[in-house]
């Protein structure tokens, strides 16, 4: 079997689709998410543009679903670069299923894909600068470590957090800073295999969804002014910086976070940073 330089996204929204059409100028593309039609329409989109693009179902929380993923990605040969987006914001559904498709969807996904990666080859993994911006108990801290691939993580949070403590917004800083100690803990697993695994942590970005939000949410706007550069993050500033941490110009950057936030946590919080124990 001849390889391919092949690039795992995952997720197929706004920015899944934005980081796929990157990649695709280097890569021939596997576009996967819970929703396959909406993986398939954006794969046929680059496909138009005289890209090499397929489609794939895949739901991360599901341990059947990932697996059958990493089988079709070890069909093809491997993979050269891994780009796992899919996630969902507070606003979309309570504590469980954002840790489950935040946090316990990213862990399966490395675990059941490293088989697969080829010499060379780089993770990333869309994390928020809302793992930035929360501080973590140690014990917390200890539960996203040990149980990150397992069912129960949640339970477990819960328990530790107290039920009232267990909000939507919580579960987003604490998946996306469970991001951040995953990839931290992953990259000597991935440099057996002379792999790379690290997150990127998006701050405000203006994707086609969050427009309107961003006409009608004052807060939202009020909380990007007092960034240093006063403004959303576009798409592309994102998907060029992934682009170049996947590429071998890279080759020494792993097991870290690159924050692109316009300078916003840096304005916001001199605590922040290093107020929770990675
Ligand atoms: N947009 C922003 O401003 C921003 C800022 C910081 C971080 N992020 C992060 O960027 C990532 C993508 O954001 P987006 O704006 O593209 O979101 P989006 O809602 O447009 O896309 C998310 C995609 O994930 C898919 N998905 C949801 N659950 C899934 C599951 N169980 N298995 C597989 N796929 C699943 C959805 O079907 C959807 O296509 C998320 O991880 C988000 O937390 C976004």
Redesign the pocket.
Known sequence: MTKESLAVV?????????IAATLSRDHAVLL????AA??EQRAAALRSEGRTATAAC?????AE?VYALAAMVGERGGFRVLA??????PS?AAFDAIM???LL?PARVAQALLPFAQPGAAAIV?????AHLVAVPPPVAAVLREHATQDDISERLRAELGEDAATSDLA?QLS?FGVLMLCRREAARWAERQARILSV??????????AREWETNAAKRRLAAMAPLKR??RLDEISEVVAFLASDRASFITGTDVLIDGGLAGAISDVSFGGGSI
Do not use: F, Q, W
């Open positions: 995952i997720g197929a929204g706004g920015m899944g689709a934005a996967a998410d819970i929703d909406r993986a895949c739901d991360v929380t599901s679903s796992h987006v899919a996630g969902m914001s979309m489950r498709v935040n969807g869309i994390a928020s600068l809302g987003y996306k942590s998006p701050g405000l970005i203006a994707t086609p969804m969050g959303e993050g």
